[in-house]
């Protein structure tokens, strides 16, 4: 398995994923604004099957991703250096449906996941928001997405992303501390240092996955850590 992460992650955070596959550590330079910069979740857009990716990612993670899994597409649009068009491939995929800011996604992502339901939300940094669960159910830090969700008759917790680090700005935000696999969702920093803690634990506890803290410290919002099978 292939783990794609921020570079600047802790050592402790790395040894800990190590266990679980080998570690691609994202680092661009002259792309988009620091802050950002190495967060997977600003290049790459992970669906079931295929990996859907800004073509200025740095071609030595591009050869890595296609040596690595056979459906990796190119997107039409660069990562840009402001919002919106940072936000191009921070989309969120489940097996039903796609969530994003269409004003903003990429047209590759739309073409080539035309078969689940779209849902728009006035969030760009759609997937830095919204974690995705099992059956629908998912970790929202954004209300407007809450809202969306919950009209959709889906099953969202909202945590508010006060205490969530992420650098040069007030806050970072809970989807983008985030990876899932199989029945594991692993968190960039602890709980313990989270105001809504208990609400987390419980909500994963009740859809039966095991919580893995990587570092004892807070959360800080990493873009996302993805999980990819060959």
Avoid at 203 to 218: C, F, K, Q, R, T
């Amino acid at each position: 398995m292939l783990i794609i992460i921020d570079h600047k992650i802790s050592s402790v955070a790395k040894e800990k994923l190590s266990f679980y596959g080998e570690l691609l550590e994202l680092k661009t330079e002259g792309i988009t604004y620091p802050a950002i910069s190495d967060h997977p979740d600003i290049f790459i857009c992970q669906s079931a099957g295929k990996l859907i990716v800004a073509p200025n990612l740095p071609e030595e993670y591009l050869t890595k991703l296609k040596s690595y899994f056979p459906d990796v597409i190119t997107g039409e649009f660069p990562v840009g250096k402001e919002y919106p068009a940072t936000s191009r491939y921070n989309a969120v995929v489940t097996p039903n449906h796609l969530i994003h800011n269409f004003r903003h996604t990429d047209f590759m992502i739309t073409r080539t996941l035309e078969d689940l339901r779209p849902i728009h939300v006035d969030q760009g940094y759609c997937r830095c928001n919204l974690l995705p669960l099992k059956d629908d159910h998912f970790i929202t830090s954004d209300e407007g997405i809450y809202k969306v969700l919950s009209r959709n008759n889906m099953d969202v917790l909202y945590v508010s992303p006060e205490g969530i680090h992420l650098e040069g700005f007030p806050n970072g935000f809970f989807g983008g501390c985030c990876g899932v696999w199989e029945d594991k969702v692993f968190v960039n920093g602890s709980l313990n240092h989270f105001q809504e803690r208990e609400k987390v634990r419980n909500y994963l506890g009740n859809l039966g996955y095991e919580i893995v803290e990587l570092y004892d410290g807070p959360l800080e919002d990493c873009g996302s850590i993805f999980f990819v099978i060959k």
